[in-house]
């Protein structure tokens, strides 16, 4: 690793992470590292502690001991909305979105501007929130879906908008 610190390498350190629940020890010391555009997968057996290592990241959980680092940003003392203000999200296998509306309005809906009290009661759909719209939809492959409404998006698409709409 030379001079580097884990902050500089990897965009998630998982560290000697360990969470007991009544003396039961369902993740133990485990460690593993994540770079900029890479991809891990946890598998393993029912039971064996995937969930409660997502859970822990997410903040869900709180270890028993350990450390997690998002971008050199210490997530293990952070409640769960902290996290995700820190870029960290999670998605389900079953999409969480508004399958009456089109895949702008539920873009639309997602605005940051519109996510307190009185920004939804003051919100405009201005240019700087269609823009932002169309931006979204192009990186996830729905640019030429807006019109569409939700419900009519195949399976992988749905996905793509949920995960647009973080």
């Keep these: 690793m030379g001079s580097r610190t884990l902050r500089e390498e990897f965009v998630l350190s998982v560290e000697g992470l360990t969470v007991s629940f009544d003396g039961f020890r ?6 593993f590292y994540v ?13 064996a502690g ?16 350990g450390k997690i680092e998002f971008r050199g940003r210490d997530l293990t003392q952070l409640g769960e909305h902290a996290i995700v203000h820190a870029g960290v ?19 639309e809906l997602s605005f940051p501007r519109g996510r307190s009290v009185f920004g ?10 269609v823009a932002r719209v169309h931006e979204i939809a192009d990186l996830t492959f729905l640019g030429d879906r807006l019109d569409v409404r939700a419900e ?8 793509w908008l949920e995960m647009a709409c973080c």
């Design 26 to 31: 369902a993740v133990n010391d485990l460690s």
């Design 35 to 47: 770079e900029e555009e890479e991809i891990r997968v946890i598998i393993g057996p029912n039971g």
């Design 50 to 65: 995937k969930t409660t290592v997502l859970d822990l990241i997410c903040g869900r959980t709180r270890a028993t001991s």
């Design 89 to 107: 999200g999670r998605k389900f296998q079953n999409p969480s979105i508004y399958e009456d509306l089109t895949v702008f309005e539920n873009l």
């Design 120 to 129: 939804a009661l003051f919100f405009n759909r201005d240019k700087e929130v």
């Design 152 to 159: 009519l998006l195949s399976h992988g698409q749905k996905q």
